[in-house]
């Protein structure tokens, strides 16, 4: 069950929403849904911001969302699903001579394998061997999982989230699905987000004591906001951190290398995690900076 996330890199939205939210910055209030159209467009496309945590059911709940995704011929996410491999392993762990006990404090480790033992149960155990093979990075992504378990409504072993579930639909639909990046980029990216260090700094003040307690608060939070279809959009915030960039602005900006030529051959239903589409830097800005007519669509 857990296993899958050696497999998934995107299981949840980005640290910059927590990021942005303690900043002071002017905010739109918009739903997931965005319609594309303009600049000769043969119909239109539509793009949805994802929660990667969130059950698929969520979906079903939006005759607008059925419709925009009924009417498409092609799924465009971020990663196709595919199997481990050696290459996407070696980036999200540590080399032989290396583990994460050596970037923690043994307290700071000790308190992580607790954590996360109190999650696990059955043969999920076995990834408890696995634990200090993980980068911190890696681990933040179990830890997100782990905490989504908790909350109904979210994905679980019999209800996927909301990307693989779109994933499953388009297969059984005949639709096309093409990906925006490999997998091993994705994982690229997050091995990019920071140093080490810095990522495992992160890690011990996210499950630590009071801490802890906000990030479940935050957690429960997002998943709250995004269920309202009335999330802020931080169209005038700057990413400037690497974290920010390495998730998001220069992965948007690789992504509209490749988004036009695909929406100009047919209706397009673009997937991919809401986090790009509330900054500065976001698709839905950069759509429009390219000519197009983006406009949301009320849930």
């Known amino acids: ?35 594309i159209t303009g ?23 939006f005759p607008a969302i059925r419709r925009a995704f009924d009417a498409s011929k092609v799924l465009i996410r971020e990663a196709l699903p595919v199997p481990a491999t050696a290459d996407y ?15 923690m404090s043994p307290a700071d480790f000790q308190t992580l394998t607790t954590f996360i033992r109190s999650k696990l149960t059955g043969d999920d155990t076995l990834l408890m061997a696995r634990v200090p093979r993980l980068t911190p990075q890696a681990v933040n992504f179990l830890i997100t999982e782990l905490k989504g378990d908790d909350a109904s409504g979210n ?11 779109l994933y499953d639909r388009a297969r059984s639909q005949g639709k096309n699905v093409v990906p925006l990046e490999d997998v091993i980029d994705q994982a690229k990216s997050i091995k990019a987000s920071a140093d080490l260090r810095q990522q495992a700094a ?11 307690a906000a990030d479940d608060a935050f957690q429960v939070n997002t998943m ?3 269920r309202s279809r009335r999330i802020p959009h931080y ?13 998001g602005a220069d992965r948007n900006l690789q992504w509209m290398q490749k ?35 983006v406009t949301n669509v009320p849930l």
Request: one cysteine or more; charged letters at 15%.
């Open 155 to 165: 994905a679980t072993p019999t209800e996927p989230g909301m990307d693989d579930f």
């Open 224 to 226: 709250t906001v995004y």
């Open 89 to 103: 392993a070696a980036i999200l762990e540590f080399p032989v001579n290396d583990s994460l006990q050596r970037y």
């Open 202 to 212: 992160q890690l011990a003040r996210r499950i630590s004591g009071s801490t802890g």
């Open 259 to 293: 988004l036009p030529a695909l929406i100009e051959k047919g209706p397009a239903f673009i997937a991919v995690g809401h986090n790009h589409l509330v900054s500065s830097e976001s698709l839905v800005l950069l759509l429009r900076k390219a000519g197009y007519t």
């Open 235 to 247: 169209f005038s915030y700057q990413q400037t951190q690497q974290f920010e960039r390495a998730y």
């Open 39 to 61: 600049k000769g467009l043969p119909a239109p496309s539509y793009l949805l911001g994802t929660h990667h945590a969130v059950g698929g059911s969520f979906v079903d709940s």
């Open 1 to 35: 069950m857990k296993m899958q996330l050696l497999r998934s890199v995107a299981l949840t939205m980005l640290a910059l929403l927590c990021t942005l939210a303690g900043r002071s910055q002017t905010t739109d209030v918009h739903s997931q849904l965005w319609k």
